[in-house]
T-cell receptor
Framework: AQKITQTQPGMFVQEKEAVTLDCTYDTSDPSYGLFWYKQPSSGEMIFLIYQGSYDQQNATEGRYSLNFQKARKSANLVISASQLGDSAMYFCAMRNLNTGNQFYFGTGTSLTVIP | GAGVSQSPSNKVTEKGKDVELRCDPI?????LYWYRQSLGQGLEFLIYFQGNSAPDKSGLPSDRFSAERTGGSVSTLTIQRTQQEDSAVYLC?????????????FGSGTRLTVV
């Protein structure tokens, strides 16, 4: 069975500092995708970054980077130079790319950026 | 439209009443998904549409829940005889293909409160 684990229910970071949000996953499928979504108080899920299981390099998108450690089955999100607008819930998700009908989501991490 | 549109944004209903939640996906997106997010929880998969058919209904929690999609576009999620445990945010997402390597586009959700 596929499973996503986020062990940090809440995190605080000082503005302009970097923060790492943890995510581990479990799957028996060799071909999968890992995703991070941001959910602000408005409720919409905003796609941030994607990492494929066969990608050799860690994904980066602006201030977001994904620290992908395949052997450890971890896909941590790193946000650099935190901004007040980064305060939100962050969800890690996984999708089996061969039968990608659904995402499996973690329980999320609430990030608060302190001015 | 430019994004995934859901209506209503908020719905308060009495226990035992039926409710209909609407999702208008991005034009041309063939795949449509419904998720449920209970307070403080991750997203729970409900149902997946490819065109007008639903090859995966495995997440519907009971026979009180049903969904349809017409014209390969708008989808309606119906909950009959609502119960208090149905209170949650119902999120809809669409993508251009079930096989896409990239994320869905989510709507802002419908917050359902059963009193």
């Amino acid at each position: 069975a596929q499973k996503i684990t986020q062990t940090q229910p809440g995190m605080f970071v000082q503005e302009k500092e970097a923060v790492t949000l943890d995510c581990t996953y479990d799957t028996s499928d060799p071909s999968y995708g890992l995703f991070w979504y941001k959910q602000p108080s408005s409720g919409e899920m905003i796609f941030l970054i994607y990492q494929g299981s066969y990608d050799q390099q860690n994904a980066t998108e602006g201030r977001y980077s994904l620290n992908f450690q395949k052997a450890r089955k971890s896909a941590n999100l790193v946000i650099s130079a935190s901004q007040l607008g980064d305060s939100a819930m962050y969800f890690c998700a996984m999708r089996n790319l061969n039968t990608g009908n659904q995402f499996y989501f973690g329980t999320g991490t609430s990030l608060t950026v302190i001015p | 439209g430019a994004g995934v549109s859901q209506s209503p944004s908020n719905k308060v209903t009495e226990k035992g009443k039926d409710v209909e939640l609407r999702c208008d996906p991005i034009s041309g997106h063939t795949a449509l998904y419904w998720y449920r997010q209970s307070l403080g929880q991750g997203l729970e998969f409900l149902i997946y549409f490819q065109g007008n058919s639903a090859p995966d209904k495995s997440g519907l929690p009971s026979d009180r829940f049903s969904a349809e999609r017409t014209g390969g576009s708008v989808s309606t999620l119906t909950i009959q005889r609502t119960q208090q445990e149905d209170s949650a945010v119902y999120l809809c997402a669409s993508s251009s293909s079930s096989g896409t390597y990239y994320g869905y586009t989510f709507g802002s959700g419908t917050r359902l409160t059963v009193v």
